[in-house]
């Protein structure tokens, strides 16, 4: 690498050809369009508080900027007095072109080296300048000792502010304009610029002096005391060091001020090793201070012995991105560093390099968030740390290590006054606490937190405390501010998680950092909050553990885990691929799930959601539920409780679904209800599911399903669900065959002839008891002389009746009834009168008197059967009755109470049915069955007997 050189100045021999401003030597190559940009970037004009002979009190003007025709380019503009025409204002500027990779001094370092030259040549033959080589370009006294004791003169605070400003110009923001003298503008800027990251560094532009500073484009530019600067207000940042206060530099930005305060306090020697340590953690991405912010916490986690708090939480939300470039062992070093800090800050995993007998007194356990003890979170700010601290004698600026029963003072190194207190961390940081075994935790509840003293910064928190804060420097309000979390909440866990899986394993950290999520998302879930997303657990022991402990949990091993809570627990475990194991599950719901079921009208919300959820705890639950007796069971599954398992499948919730289908199922459909129910006991029982009778079809199904109606319709119903291959109680077949042995009700004739011909081609027949299959047998034969006595029609009919009557004899009285209704039933719907009163003489006495009970009806309805009246009124007279005693029985007991009781016109209508030639003969005999009223209907008599109409 090496500088090209170039003089410029107002002379008269030049590599112009003429007098005037020109240069006056040149190292050979330089490109002609950067002669014109480094002509136009070194004017120099004095300033008019000076006069122009004053040379000597001319402010230097070291300028610099990386882009000047494409080039960086460094400059030192002196003021020379006057030209050589005798004008004042004549300068001379000696520039250096880089030629090389830019390695090297930074540019502000450069200010008053050895190198520089004071005068232009004056022999012509020497207007060839030699390209400087880097170690001809030594730097001058702005060393980094020198810039540190610069920067402590100043507030931090300050430093902080100016830091920014320029860092923010560097990337378009206002540039800078400082008011001071040119030497303080130089140590400003080398201070500046060792505290920036060297490329940052390399990239700010400044000028220590300028006229004019809307003619300098540059990052930051030199002011002489006494300007006029309110012209540059509203484009520029001016400030005083000296003069202004804080508060006329622009507020910051949180991430770029936690960057430019550390290193504002650090100083500029002491940030070279820290940029030297954070260079292997950046991506190469950085730019601004805020970019670096989470690079710089990664180095310091590592390097440093006592953890900044918000260092942790920075690197903890980067880390996840960071894994990209990071080695693997570096991210999970930053992991495993993150996992130290945080249990040595409150309960939870302990720190690799903690002692085991310390790390057990802390709670962290199940057992502990079970029984109600809250983590450990100690206030920020406790009374026995301060009155230790205070006790021993601390001054403003101190820190205090104290130890079992000690409290040493002990001066800080480096540290800037009045920095205040700091608890923990290594000799020379803080206040270390030491508990026993060197724990820094024992007596104190709180290690890390910054105790009030008299210094500037008293009330501040500490730097090595894991807090929530990301600006360290913000005040707190001392030891009425709320203690920091000391622990790591799940998000930032959970991203830590994500980072390790990512790694693949390395170096344990996956292991180690999910035990540390799984234990402290399992105490915080028994102790009451919600469960926390979580991603899936890859390592097995974890993963076994974690199922271990769930299933402790829901055993209650560790004390009764109530709906609610158990909701959150098995989501979190769902979520985590942890699911316990579904004998655990079938036991809560056994044990904790199904008493609440029982007792309750209304299922509570969480046990809804569990039992939707999770089949196991379904299973338990209906396992329990199915020992109540069966009445109280019946009761529960018809509920809201019975809804939990309508929709569901497994064998053991059959029982409660068949109860709640025939409780609340739909009564229109009564044979589907059965079979229905059928299907769900059957299923069932396949599986062994609990509480379900010993077969599939018995008498308390039917009961349920038909209740007290034993109808033939039922009976049919229930045959047609009886499918082969069911177990079927016997007392099904008491069932049906008491049915089949009851004579029917009126109108269900027809059903009980269906019930009979459907049970003598079912399997079910070879059940029946013999009173049934005594009844199915006898209507075999009774049934084809009945149906030959329809086929013969009311011609042939009373030839055919003998038959009937001869197959009835001695038959079960349900099947001599029932012959005996269809006989009646074929005889009222005959219209032959010869037919008739054959049949009525020759009947058996029991099938007269049916008759005459069904014929009674028909007569004395509201619209009496007429043609009936007639066709009874002919076959008393025909002659196959002539003198028998049943034509004087019918006429008496049926026909003339009915005749004699009806209205005008259904006497008139039954007379115009009759013959002609018989309509005096029963004008004649109506005369008879009503006497003197019967002339009012065809003669002068008014009618008496019946109503009018």
């Excluded at 961390?425 to 820094?440: M, T």
């Excluded at 500490?462 to 600006?471: P, R």
Aim: with cysteine; proline share 8%; glycine share 10%.
């Amino acid at each position: 690498m090496g500088f090209a050189q170039l003089y410029y100045t107002s002379c008269e021999q030049g590599l112009s050809g003429y007098a005037g401003y020109q240069f006056n030597a040149a190292t050979p190559g330089v490109d002609p369009q950067v002669l014109r940009e480094i002509e136009r970037f070194t004017v120099y004009e004095p300033p008019r508080s000076c006069p122009p002979e004053q040379v000597a009190e001319h402010p230097v003007n070291l300028c610099y900027s990386p882009d000047v025709g494409g080039v960086p380019v460094l400059s030192r503009v002196v003021s020379s007095g006057n030209d050589p025409s005798g004008r004042p204002g004549n300068y001379f500027a000696h520039s250096l072109v880089s030629t090389g990779s830019g390695a090297g001094p930074l540019p502000a370092e450069l200010w008053e080296a050895d190198f520089w030259a004071e005068a232009p040549v004056g022999d012509p033959r020497q207007a060839e300048l030699a390209e400087l080589s880097e170690a001809e370009v030594g730097p001058g006294p702005l060393d980094r000792s020198r810039t540190n004791a610069w920067v402590r003169r100043w507030p931090p605070e300050m430093v902080t502010r100016l830091l920014l400003a320029a860092d923010a110009a560097v990337d378009d923001g206002r540039p800078l304009a400082l008011v001071a003298d040119s030497g303080s503008v130089a140590h400003w800027v080398a201070s500046l610029c060792h505290l920036l990251v060297p490329e940052r560094a390399r990239q700010l532009s400044f000028a220590t002096y300028c006229g004019n500073p809307d003619e300098a484009l540059v990052h930051v530019v030199g002011v002489p005391p006494g300007s006029d600067t309110a012209r540059w207000a509203d484009r520029f940042t001016v400030y005083d060091p000296e003069l202004d206060p804080l508060d006329r530099l622009p507020a910051p930005e949180p991430r770029a001020e936690a960057v430019a305060e550390r290193l504002a306090r650090l100083g500029t020697r002491r940030t070279a090793s820290l940029w030297r340590r954070a260079r292997p953690y950046a991506s190469g991405g950085e730019r601004a201070l805020a970019d670096w912010r989470p690079v710089l916490a990664a180095a310091s986690l590592l390097e440093e012995g006592a953890p900044r708090g918000e260092d942790l939480l920075m690197v903890n939300a980067w880390l996840p991105r960071a894994v990209d470039w990071l080695a693997p062992d570096q991210a999970a070093a930053l992991i495993h560093r993150i996992l130290d800090a945080d249990a040595a800050a409150g309960p939870g995993e302990p720190a690799r390099d903690v002692p085991a007998a310390a790390a057990s007194a802390r709670p962290r356990t199940l057992v502990a968030a079970a029984e109600g003890r809250r983590p450990f979170r100690g206030p920020c700010a406790e009374a026995g740390i301060n009155a230790r601290a205070l006790a021993a004698g601390a001054e403003p600026g101190a820190a205090v290590a104290a130890g079992p029963g000690r409290a040493v003072v002990d001066r800080t190194g480096d540290g800037p006054p009045g920095s205040g207190l700091a608890v923990g961390g290594p000799s020379g940081s803080g206040l270390a606490v030491d508990g026993p075994s060197g724990v820094g935790h024992s007596g104190d509840p709180c290690p890390g937190r910054a105790l009030p003293g008299n210094g500037a910064s008293a009330g501040k928190p500490a730097e090595n405390v894991l807090s929530a804060v990301d600006a360290p420097g913000r005040a707190a309000s001392g030891a009425a501010a709320e203690g920091a979390v000391a622990v790591l909440d799940h998000a930032a866990l959970a991203g830590l998680q994500r980072a390790a899986h990512r790694l693949g394993g390395a170096g344990g950290v996956t292991e180690r950092l999910e035990r540390v999520m799984v234990r402290r998302c399992l105490d915080g879930i028994a102790a009451g909050e919600a469960a926390p997303a979580v991603a899936p657990v890859r390592s097995e022991s974890v993963r076994a553990a974690a199922r271990e402990r769930v299933a402790a949990l829901l055993d209650g091993d560790l004390g009764e885990v109530r709906p609610e809570r158990a909701v959150e627990l098995l989501r979190w475990a769902r979520s985590g691929g942890l699911a316990p194991p579904e004998a655990s599950l079938e036991r809560y719901g056994r044990r904790s799930l199904a008493p609440l079921l029982s007792g309750a009208r209304v299922p509570h919300p969480a046990a809804r959601v569990l039992m939707t959820a999770h089949p196991g705890v379904r299973r338990g639950a209906a396992a329990e539920l199915a020992r109540l007796p069966r009445e109280r069971l019946a009761a529960l599954a018809a509920g809201p409780v019975g809804a939990l398992f309508a929709e569901d499948r497994d064998a053991s919730t059959a029982a409660l679904r068949e109860l709640r289908i025939l409780g609340s199922g739909n009564r229109a459909d009564l044979p589907g209800l059965l079979s229905r129910a059928v299907a769900v006991r059957r299923e069932g029982r396949a599986g062994q599911g609990p509480g379900l009778p010993e077969y599939d079809v018995d008498e308390e199904l039917l009961s349920r399903v038909w209740g007290t109606d034993r109808c033939p319709r039922s009976a049919v119903a229930t045959l047609r669900v009886l499918r082969p291959g069911l177990l079927v109680d016997p007392g099904v077949g008491r069932w049906v065959a008491e049915v089949m042995t009851t004579p029917p009700g009126e109108g269900d004739e027809r059903t009980w002839r269906e019930l009979v011909d459907e049970v003598a081609r079912h399997w079910l027949r070879n059940r029946l008891p013999d009173s049934g299959r005594r009844v199915v047998v006898e209507w075999s034969r009774v049934r084809p002389a009945l149906v030959a006595l329809r086929a013969a029609g009311d011609e042939r009919g009373p030839g055919r009746m003998g038959a009937v009557h001869k197959a009835a004899r001695e038959t079960h009285p349900v099947v001599e009834e029932m012959a005996r209704r269809l006989m009646v039933r074929m005889m009222l719907g005959w219209r032959r009168c010869a037919s008739l009163a054959e049949a009525l003489r020759d009947c058996p006495e029991e099938v007269f008197a049916t008759y005459c009970e069904a014929v009674v009806p028909r007569l004395a309805d509201e619209r009496p059967d007429t043609a009936t009246a007639v066709l009874l009124y002919q076959a008393t007279g025909h002659e196959a009755m002539t003198g028998h005693e049943r034509a004087r029985r019918l006429e008496e007991s049926v026909l003339s109470p009915a005749v004699g009781a009806w209205r005008r016109r259904h006497v008139a209508r039954m007379r115009r049915q009759l013959p002609r030639e018989s309509a005096g003969e029963f004008d004649l005999w109506l005369r008879q069955v009503c006497g003197a009223r019967a002339r009012g209907v065809f003669g002068w008599a008014p009618w008496r007997g019946g109503r009018n109409s």
